[in-house]
């Protein structure tokens, strides 16, 4: 990781191709967060601590456009993980200290409430597409 902490695409790879070889069971793998989900309160986030965050610099406004060109909508499974794009850019990266498993987690803030959300960092989706021009 970087001096900042803001973790590298090939970082984000890297800690995803770890994290998938993991096959041990884990209380952190009995949630099914393929997608993204709100964080369950059975979720056991005493096990996770940050690694990293995707968000470059955490003064400027991050795009809230979304990356999905096979027709995938945010809460599907097999979205794409875009790093530059919502909510990707705005997430931290997590680690299990017991079984090594790697989860993007950030906090959703509507108009009359926060939530927290989490999905398994799967390397397969992962994909670093520019944004579009503005």
Avoid: K
Wanted: proline fraction near 10%.
């Amino acid at each position: 990781m970087n001096s900042e902490n803001v973790m590298t695409p090939a970082e984000v790879r890297e800690l995803a191709a770890r994290a998938n070889s993991t096959t041990q069971p884990c209380a952190c793998a009995s949630a099914a967060v393929a997608g993204w989900e709100r964080l369950s309160p059975t979720f056991p986030v005493e096990l996770l601590r940050r690694v990293g965050s995707l968000l470059p610099d955490p003064y400027a406004e991050p795009s809230y456009a979304e990356y999905h060109p096979a027709g995938t909508g945010y809460w599907s499974a097999d979205a794409p993980i875009a790093l530059r794009y919502f909510p990707y850019n705005r997430c931290e990266l997590a680690q299990c200290t017991s079984c090594g498993r790697a989860y993007l987690r950030y906090t959703e803030a509507g108009g009359y409430y926060t939530e927290q959300r989490i999905r398994a960092l799967n390397p397969d989706l992962i994909v670093d597409p520019p944004l579009p021009e503005a």
